[in-house]
């Protein structure tokens, strides 16, 4: 099975993309990307992610792993000694 890419190859020529329709492709995306539907569906998306899954209530992505790594809390009594301290 021959796995060589055709770039390492020597006599190969490399094919690129006209300037025209390179041009023309990046001015329709621009268009689309500006237009109204574009927008209203952008911002329809991103209240519907951001009011749940990337913004739970409880503040952390897993609840329990949230848990094992918060540093442990001190001690009413090891409060107490650092006041005393």
């Not at 913004?55 to 650092?82: I, W």
Request: hydrophobic fraction near 50%; aromatic fraction near 2%; charged fraction near 20%.
């Amino acid at each position: 099975m021959d796995l060589s890419f055709a770039r390492l190859e020597r006599g190969v020529a490399v094919t690129a993309l006209p300037v025209d329709l390179a041009v023309l492709l990046a001015g329709a995306s621009a268009r689309q990307a500006a237009s109204v539907t574009a927008r209203v569906q952008a911002k329809v998306t991103m209240a519907r992610v951001g009011a749940g899954l990337l913004a739970p209530r409880h503040g952390a992505f897993h609840p329990l792993v949230a848990e094992v790594l918060r540093p442990p809390r001190p001690t009413v009594e090891e409060l107490s000694e650092a006041s005393r301290d």
